[in-house]
């Protein structure tokens, strides 16, 4: 079983920034795809990053590239999302999730593991 805990979100204006993190309680963290989703009050859950499972690859949604990184720390069995220029429309609630697989996942159906989420606000 894999437990997830984020941390990191609240509130920020405009242009701002903020780094999430995740924590997984899994000795074998390094086996897998690590990923980050939101969701927007009546959204569906869209993804927003994805990671392999030694950080060599790396995938983001259009809507991310160029404001988002994702990024991991195997010896801390902890993946991170460093987000940069915010947006108000980045206002939603994060979830961290992971997968069994050395391949890279991009879709809400591929991950069997979530985190109870971190909520992210970001004003205008």
């Known amino acids: 079983q894999v437990q997830l805990v984020e941390s990191g979100g609240g509130l920020v204006q405009a242009g701002g920034s903020l780094r999430l993190a995740c924590a997984a309680s899994v000795r074998t963290f390094r086996a897998y795809c690590m990923g980050w989703f939101r969701q927007a009050p009546g959204k569906e859950r869209e993804f927003v990053a994805a990671i392999n499972w030694n950080g060599d690859s790396t995938a983001y949604a259009d809507s991310v590239k160029g404001r988002f990184t994702i990024s991991r720390d195997n010896a801390k069995s902890t993946v991170y999302l460093q987000m940069n220029s915010l947006k108000p429309e980045d206002t939603a609630v994060y979830y961290c999730?992971?997968?069994?697989?050395?391949?890279?996942?991009?879709?809400?159906?591929?991950?069997?593991?979530w985190g109870q989420g971190t909520q992210v606000t970001v004003s205008s």
């Open positions: 999730a992971a997968d069994r697989t050395f391949a890279l996942r991009s879709t809400v159906y591929e991950y069997g593991y």
